[in-house]
């Protein structure tokens, strides 16, 4: 099977800007998260859906959101963006209805200038 | 919420040596702990997992342990070679209850395997 991708792998934006990002699970997975990852705070939970339903999110502002579509595809969105949001955006996806076993993707290198 | 610490945050072995890095975590409730390894640059890669129904589990060189009256689980490889250098996660999850896809993360061990 494929594993997890995601588009772009690398992305420029100024702040203010907005920013969509993508992924798509490995086949037959109905679960995926996404994580932010940074040098001082690690890897960070910002939500998880399954089919098509947000059913956790982490602690994060509303500036951060996310859907899933009937494909188990999933994107995030981050409006006004800062700073501090330049970071890698990974996302992994689980066959388990838990959500518990994660296969990552690359993850999408965000730079906010 | 579920809170992890990892130790050490670096880790210098001779290769060949055995490299041990340790996680502590707070929710009785969690009951699945995997171990991811990432390279630089590269996705982190899921190495092997532990249930809390399981005191342990091996996978060629790489083991791991859990200790749920301790709350505490152990990352150990053995003959340690050059590869193995890359920073390594443990994580916690309680797969009953709301928790759903929150993998909660140790904040990483970087592995050095000298030569």
């Known amino acids: 099977k494929a594993g997890v991708t995601q588009t772009p792998r690398y992305l420029i934006k100024t702040r203010g800007q907005q920013v969509t990002l993508s992924c798509s699970p490995i086949?037959?997975?109905?679960?995926v998260s996404w994580y932010q990852q940074t040098p001082g705070q690690g890897l960070q939970f910002l939500f998880e859906?399954?089919?098509?339903?947000?059913?956790n999110k982490g602690n994060f502002p509303g500036r951060f959101s996310g859907r899933q579509f009937s494909n188990s595809r999933s994107e995030m969105n981050v409006s006004t963006l800062e700073l501090g949001d330049s970071a890698l955006y990974l996302c992994?996806?689980?066959?388990?209805?838990?959500?518990?076993?994660?296969?990552f993707g690359p993850g999408t290198r965000l730079t906010v200038t | 919420g579920e809170n992890v610490e990892q130790h050490p945050s670096t880790l210098s072995v001779q290769e060949g040596d055995s490299a041990v890095i340790k996680c502590t975590y707070s929710?009785?409730?969690?009951?699945?702990f995997p171990w991811y390894k990432q390279e630089l640059g590269k996705r982190p890669q899921l190495i092997i997992d532990i249930r809390s129904n399981v005191g342990e589990k091996k996978d060629q060189r790489i083991a791991v342990t859990l200790n749920k009256t301790a709350k505490h689980f152990s990352l150990h490889i053995t003959e340690t070679q050059p590869e193995d250098s890359a920073v390594y996660f443990c994580a916690a999850i309680p797969t009953g209850g709301t928790s759903y896809g929150k993998l909660t993360f140790g904040q990483g061990t970087i592995l050095t395997v000298h030569p």
């Open positions: 992994a996806s689980s066959y388990t209805r838990t959500g518990a076993e994660q296969y």
């Open positions: 086949s037959g997975h109905r679960s």
């Open positions: 859906y399954f089919s098509e339903t947000q059913r």
């Open positions: 929710d009785s409730a969690s009951n699945y």
